[in-house]
């Protein structure tokens, strides 16, 4: 997948992610798509955008955005839309973007 021959070479990128940890792991999901995150946001509120790793914003393309990951616009927790889980109504938080 990664290699350091690949092409956009242009700039180089670290391969940390600039998630930062946080103390939770995971916010309700009341729907696969109805997310009630720790801050109190959700989709009807400030919503949810889509990000990479990197907390760039990206277009939900497969090139794009490999790994359905969801960054609260309200206070940059990120999560992992592959981890919900309905039964259980939680979906993973994976880190949080400094905004
Ligand atoms: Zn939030």
Redesign the pocket.
Known sequence: MCTMNGNHQDAPRTTVPTLAPVNITT?TAEEIDRWL?????TPHG?GFDFVDRHGNSVDPTPEQWPEPLYM??????VMDAATVDITAHTVAVIGRIAR
């Not at 609260?72 to 927790?77: D, I, T, V």
């Open positions: 916010i995150c720790e801050c109190g946001n400030d609260c616009n309200n206070c940059g927790l």
